[in-house]
């Protein structure tokens, strides 16, 4: 079934820093990608998404493109902040496509 | 306003105790889902319920019956409490699935500690 693979963490940085958290799918047909984000002690919350190829989602200084020809959507931002500390999360429409299925998850440390 | 409420926050229980998770949705959403989120972060889909039907029951335990009284509310019920089921659930909404599961609220999450 459709699924992704996201690099695992934790992954700390210092603030200021480039971050890049790696995500691949395995998908039938053309599923919508998505970022998600943990917050500590909340639930999730969509970050950014793209529905098809080449698109680029993009939000809160976050970004990834659809790419297609290598099976991925990794989340980029180029200037990290303390504030972004949480557990990121790649997911894609399941082959229902009544739900998400989602990575395991990469935890992200920024430190001061 | 919360827009996905989810109420206990925490429960603490003994095992074979019989326990529910009460959710409820303002966004005016045709779509429920009920999540399970283990102590290593996986999150793995359960139920989900459009308009108040069932559409996924993914390899669930039937000691997990869920409950939609109406589009706005899916209730999650425990029979039998054992201590695997401990983890954090979490319930979200989205506008429809017709296309794509597309984008999904989620509560706060219940953390159930089955002892």
């Known amino acids: 079934g459709n699924s992704v693979t996201q690099m695992e963490g934790p992954v700390t940085l210092s603030e200021e820093a480039f971050l890049t958290i790696n995500c691949t799918y395995t998908?039938?047909?053309?599923?919508?990608l998505f970022w998600y984000v943990q917050y500590p002690g909340e639930g999730l919350q969509l970050l950014l998404k793209a529905t098809k190829a080449d698109d680029k989602g993009s939000n809160k200084g976050f970004e990834a493109t659809y790419r297609k020809e290598t099976t991925s959507f990794h989340l980029e931002k180029g200037s990290v902040q303390v504030s972004d500390s949480a557990v990121y999360f790649c997911a894609l429409d399941s082959n229902s496509g009544y739900a998400l299925n989602f990575g395991k998850g990469t935890s992200l440390l920024v430190t001061p | 306003d919360t827009a996905v409420s989810q109420t206990p926050k925490y429960l603490v229980t003994q095992m074979g105790n019989d326990k529910s998770i009460k959710c409820e949705q303002n966004?005016?959403?045709?779509?429920m889902y009920w999540y399970k989120q283990d102590s290593k972060k996986f999150l793995k889909i359960m139920f989900s319920y459009n308009n108040k039907e069932l559409i996924i029951n993914e390899t669930v335990p039937n000691r997990f019956s869920p409950k939609s009284p109406d589009k706005a509310h899916l209730n999650l019920h425990i029979n039998s409490l054992e201590l695997g089921d401990s983890a954090v659930y979490f319930c979200a909404s989205s506008q429809d699935w017709s296309d794509s599961a597309g984008e999904q609220y989620f509560g706060p999450g219940t953390r159930l500690t089955v002892t």
């Open positions: 998908a039938t047909g053309y599923p919508s």
């Open positions: 966004l005016g959403h045709d779509t």
